[in-house]
């Protein structure tokens, strides 16, 4: 259920432009849908290998950390949909842990802390913050164990 109000939300959120239908907007839904649907839910994410998920808004985003050595980005309200090696965790701080890992030119950057965090669409509660440093761009949300 929660995922199904993720994606609605990631829909919704959408920026929304008036153009003839002759444009590329039909494709660019067609992507943002496709990568959505390469993400499991937060029902299968285990069973998918998914150990943690971070999400967060403005813009939507979805970065999962799978134990079989990767991870998984969707940024930009599904617009970027990219895949980084995973790295071995640093931890800066006695209540983080940190990934630091780069693919295809593009640098990605997850810390987690330890700290309580409410998603800001949801309302829903989490047990850790997260930032995420995708090509000096910050990012702010909200992740857990799946």
């Given at each position: 259920?929660?995922?199904?109000?993720?994606?609605?939300?990631?829909?919704?959120?959408?920026?929304?432009?008036?153009?003839?239908?002759?444009?590329?907007?039909?494709?660019?839904?067609?992507?943002?849908?496709?990568?959505?649907?390469?993400?499991?839910?937060?029902?299968?994410?285990?069973?998918?290998?998914?150990?943690?998920?971070?999400?967060?808004?403005?813009?939507?985003?979805?970065?999962?950390?799978?134990?079989?050595?990767?991870?998984?980005?969707?940024?930009?309200?599904?617009?970027?949909?990219?895949?980084?090696?995973?790295?071995?965790?640093?931890?800066?701080?006695?209540?983080?842990?940190?990934?630091?890992?780069?693919?295809?030119?593009?640098?990605?950057?997850?810390?987690?802390?330890?700290?309580?965090?409410?998603?800001?669409?949801?309302?829903e509660s989490y047990p850790a913050t997260v930032e995420v440093i995708f090509d000096g761009r910050t990012l702010n949300g909200?992740?857990?164990?799946v």
């Open positions: 259920m929660r995922a199904l109000i993720f994606v609605a939300a990631l829909a919704a959120c959408s920026p929304q432009t008036e153009t003839p239908a002759t444009t590329a907007e039909a494709p660019a839904t067609t992507t943002t849908q496709s990568a959505l649907e390469q993400m499991p839910t937060w029902e299968t994410a285990r069973a998918a290998g998914v150990d943690l998920r971070a999400i967060g808004q403005e813009p939507g985003w979805i970065v999962d950390i799978y134990t079989q050595g990767r991870i998984v980005a969707l940024l930009d309200y599904g617009q970027t949909h990219l895949e980084f090696p995973l790295p071995e965790p640093t931890a800066p701080t006695e209540d983080a842990t940190r990934f630091e890992t780069q693919a295809d030119g593009h640098a990605l950057s997850i810390t987690y802390r330890r700290l309580p965090c409410q998603d800001a669409m949801s309302g909200c992740g857990r164990s």
